[in-house]
């Protein structure tokens, strides 16, 4: 990983439409802006960082003024293929990247500024990490939420089919959410089995199937435990 470049934008109202072989970390030091990577829109405001790959168009306009840092590598200690944006609200990235850029310009200072973006693109890789953990996390749980009342639905297979070893994205959702996916999973299923058994006069084998469950005396069972009654002495009680 190499720094090629580094400089800097000072109080402008845009910029035209460009590109670059390298990858370039653009962060806003104060104003806000628009920021138009290809076809998506991106919205900057102090502290937000881009991370614009090689040789993809982007340009920036602003309806009033903004000044940017930017520090173009030739590559990142993370998988880059599409821009990616997060914000640092504690302002790290945007002081180190002015240092970084401050000591680049003076010209003897390279190892010390070979030190500082090692550490830059360590902070970067927390965030970038960070914010893609919550969107694989996130989109389990909307797979659960989509998918909970069909009898066939796999855990298994969503999280082969997001990528992921079903271990791994057990531990992400858990620290996302505070409950395991199959915890999730059989609370949307009761939630919505009660429902229907307060609600409908449904035979209980139907309430089962169409909360999920093709095992009617399975779901007796994990419903006494979440309820403290059995399915039909529920209806009793609360109908």
Not at 113 to 141: G, M, P
Not at 175 to 203: H, M, Q
Request: proline residues 4%.
């Amino acid at each position: 990983m190499k720094l090629i470049f580094t400089g800097k934008n000072d109080d402008i109202k845009g910029c035209f439409e460009h590109q670059h072989p390298s990858f370039e970390i653009v962060t806003v030091k104060n104003g806000d802006c628009i920021t138009v990577v290809e076809k998506d829109n991106f919205k900057l405001q102090k502290n937000s960082v881009l991370i614009i790959p090689p040789n993809t168009n982007h340009k920036s306009f602003s309806e009033t003024t903004f000044s940017d840092l930017f520090l173009q590598t030739d590559s990142l200690p993370f998988d880059v293929n599409k821009t990616l944006c997060v914000n640092d609200f504690s302002g790290n990235l945007l002081r180190l990247s002015e240092t970084i850029h401050s000591l680049n310009i003076q010209g003897n200072r390279k190892k010390i500024v070979d030190d500082l973006f090692l550490t830059f693109t360590d902070l970067l890789a927390n965030f970038v990490y960070t914010d893609k953990h919550n969107e694989i996390a996130l989109r389990l749980k909307n797979a659960i939420e989509k998918k909970f009342t069909d009898t066939e639905f796999s855990l298994a297979t969503s999280c082969k089919s997001l990528g992921y070893n079903q271990d791994y994205l057990r531990r992400l959702f858990c620290k996302e959410f505070g409950v395991s996916p199959v915890e999730y999973l059989n609370k949307l299923r009761l939630d919505y089995a009660e429902k229907l058994i307060c609600n409908t006069n449904y035979p209980i084998n139907a309430v089962a199937l169409q909360s999920g469950y093709p095992d009617p005396y399975y779901f007796s069972r994990v419903f006494t435990k979440r309820f403290g009654l059995s399915p039909i002495n529920y209806r009793r009680a609360y109908t």
